[in-house]
């Protein structure tokens, strides 16, 4: 299995912070040259399922202007430059939950799109997570914040009931670890 | 919960049938007003866990360039213009391994990001597969078939195997259904 290679790659379109849109020219094992592959940069995101010291997770319903609609959703959001996705995911849980964590478990970093790349997302689970302030998420961010039992939780994602594919598998991949 | 108001929106960069950025004004519940709120649109997508008769599952191993490296999928693909998700689904399940199948179950669909939307991906589980015919997955697609167990599926998902969010998503949404 043979990767392509990048002959070249130029941005040609930006608008920074959000998106920057690159055309690579690559090699194809066969030969072939494209040279018009495009990939999407975005910023990367850290997202966390966190479980509450009973057992329940902690887990928000808020408007997405992605998916349009009210939706259910974990705590997340871009992590800022220079910070470690961990971090970012520590100050995410904190501002839009107030709770803190000291057993965290990473589940793994994923690429959204095998081809046009998309996002780098950072997937956590948070064990034992305590509540020790007031939520305080900031600008543009209306939500409200619910404790819900695993199961409940697995039939509100198979209803549909989370709109954006990261925090649904975010739940996905922490129910393989409790 | 109030959802966000859409008061205009124009494309401000277009490679179709590849990729097109929308730019929008907003207007926020409380009243604010952003004119550069971007969304990225990309193709939508179908992809599928084929669970064989005899209940393994049937892998691919590709290099994606998203990622940028080898690693391991499932049967994916754009879906065409005027095509039903469903209709992908078995299309890229033919081509890719042979294989079809008479039992499919939905496992939902979801945009990508929570703001800037990304593609909407189609979640299929297919039971029952059986091959009939050569995988033929065309032209830039160099991969391999595998039958793997659910419990090494599950532990190849745990040690980062998976190169792209949406085929880790898709295994870990099947395996509620198994």
Known sequence: MTPWKQLSQRYIFERLPFI????????LPD?????????VHLRSFATVVPVMEDGTILTLRHYKHG????????????IDPGEAPIDGAKREL??????????????????????QRGCNGHYFLARGCRIIQEADSGDHEEMTQH???PEALD????????GVVHQ????AFARMYL
């Open 31 to 39: 030969g072939k040259i494209l040279e018009d592959f495009y990939q």
């Open 94 to 115: 904190l501002e839009e939950t107030g709770a803190v964590s000291d057993d965290w478990v990473s589940l793994g970093h994923y690429v959204d799109n095998g081809n």
């Open 20 to 27: 920057r849109v690159a055309q690579q020219t690559v090699e």
């Open 67 to 78: 998916p349009g609609r009210v939706c259910l959703g974990l705590p997340a959001g871009f």
């Open 155 to 162: 039939e509100a994602l198979k209803s549909g009931e989370f």
């Open 147 to 149: 404790c819900m039992l």
């Open 168 to 171: 649904a598998a975010n739940w």
